[in-house]
C-alpha cells in the first residue's frame, strides 16, 4: 500500500476504534454493539479493492483485538476483517463509487451479518462459547440493525477521503501544466497558420489588383 493510504487508514481506523470503545460501547444497547471499525474497513475495501481491503481488515481487527476491554484471544477479531476486507474488495466499482444506496445497504449487511458468523464460528473453534450463551440470532440481527442505521454518516464519508487520498496533487498540477503547454503551442501554431494564410491571400489580391491596372492601362492606350 502507499504511504498516504496507510496514513489515512491508520487515522481513520484508530479514530473509529477510540469512538467505538470510549462511547459506542457505553451505551449499553441491546444485543450487539454497532461496529464502527467494521464499516471504517468497509468504506476502505470498497476503494482500495481486496488487498488494500485484507491489509486494512487485518491491521483494524489487530488493534481491536488488543484494545481494552477486549477479552477474547488476540487475532480472532483480525481473521474476520481480514476476510471480510478481501471479500467486500472484490465487489469495489470501477469507479470507487457504488451505483445505489441499496446496494451499499446489502453490502452493509452482509458484512455485519457474516462477521458476527465468523468471529461465532472462530470463537467456536477455541473454545469460547459466549455467543450461545447471549444469543446468536439475537447478536446477528442487532449488529446488522446497529451497523445499517450507522452506515450513511460513516461509509459514504470514508470512501470520499479514501478517493481524496488517491488523487495526486502533483500529477495533476503537472497534467494540467502539460496542457496548458500544448495548448500554447497549438494556439502558437494556429496562429502562425493563419498569419500565414492571411498574408498570402493578401499578397494574392494585391498581384491580382495590379495585374489589373496594368491590363486597363494597355486598354486605355
Given at each position: ?31 450487539a ?16 479493492g ?9 491491521g ?6 488488543l484494545?481494552?476491554?477486549?477479552d ?15 471479500l ?16 451499499s445497504?446489502a ?9 458476527t ?16 450463551h ?5 447478536l446477528?440481527?442487532?449488529?446488522a ?6 452506515a ?25 501544466k ?41 486598354k486605355?492606350?
Amino acid at each position: 500500500m502507499r504511504l498516504n493510504r496507510i496514513l489515512l487508514s491508520t487515522t481513520l481506523v484508530i479514530v473509529a476504534l477510540v469512538l467505538q470503545v470510549s462511547v459506542l460501547a457505553r451505551l449499553q444497547l441491546p444485543g450487539a454493539v454497532p461496529d464502527l471499525v467494521l464499516l471504517t474497513v468497509l468504506g476502505l475495501a470498497l476503494v482500495y479493492g481486496h488487498v488494500g481491503g485484507a491489509l486494512v481488515g487485518f491491521g483494524a481487527g489487530l488493534l481491536s483485538d488488543l484494545a481494552p476491554p477486549a477479552d477474547h484471544a488476540a487475532g480472532r477479531y483480525a481473521l474476520v476483517l481480514c476476510v471480510v476486507g478481501y471479500l467486500v474488495g472484490l465487489v469495489k466499482p470501477d469507479n470507487g463509487r457504488l451505483k445505489s444506496a441499496t446496494a451499499s445497504l446489502a453490502v452493509v449487511a452482509a458484512a455485519a451479518i457474516g462477521t458476527t458468523l465468523l468471529y461465532a464460528g472462530v470463537g467456536a473453534l477455541v473454545g469460547d462459547t459466549a455467543a450461545r450463551h447471549v444469543g446468536l440470532p439475537g447478536l446477528v440481527f442487532t449488529a446488522a440493525l446497529y451497523d445499517l442505521l450507522l452506515a450513511p454518516f460513516v461509509v459514504p464519508g470514508i470512501m470520499a477521503l479514501a478517493r481524496r487520498a488517491d488523487n495526486d496533487p502533483l500529477d495533476e498540477a503537472n497534467s494540467a501544466k502539460a496542457a496548458d503547454v500544448s495548448s500554447g503551442w497549438l494556439a502558437s501554431g494556429t496562429g502562425l497558420r493563419i498569419g500565414r494564410q492571411r498574408g498570402g491571400r493578401m499578397r494574392t489580391v494585391r498581384a491580382r489588383t495590379a495585374r489589373a491596372g496594368r491590363i486597363k492601362g494597355v486598354k486605355r492606350l
